[in-house]
């Protein structure tokens, strides 16, 4: 993470830029607290925050891409999904 510096990626985020941020976070501390979960510990990996948003660097390749790396990531064990009431996260490809 380019803001936060080396932290253990434990779970990759996937969102929708229209999600109110509030939602969010209530998705995540939900998430967070199912069994196997470290609760407020959980290294999450989210590109609102843990990339430039004004000037995001994505590598020369596919393989250097911040996105990349958070999911090779050796700790990144989850993928979730941010969905709201429309699952409107679905409806897109991107």
Sequence with gaps: AELFGDVDVETFVSHFWGHETMEMEKALVAHSTQEGNRGPDQAYWICLFANRQHRVELGDSLDASPFH??????????????????????????
Excluded: F, N
Aim: glycine share 0%.
């Design 69 to 94: 790396t958070a999911l090779a990531s050796e700790k990144c064990t989850q993928v979730v999904m941010i969905l709201d009431d429309l699952a409107i996260p679905l409806t897109r490809i991107w």
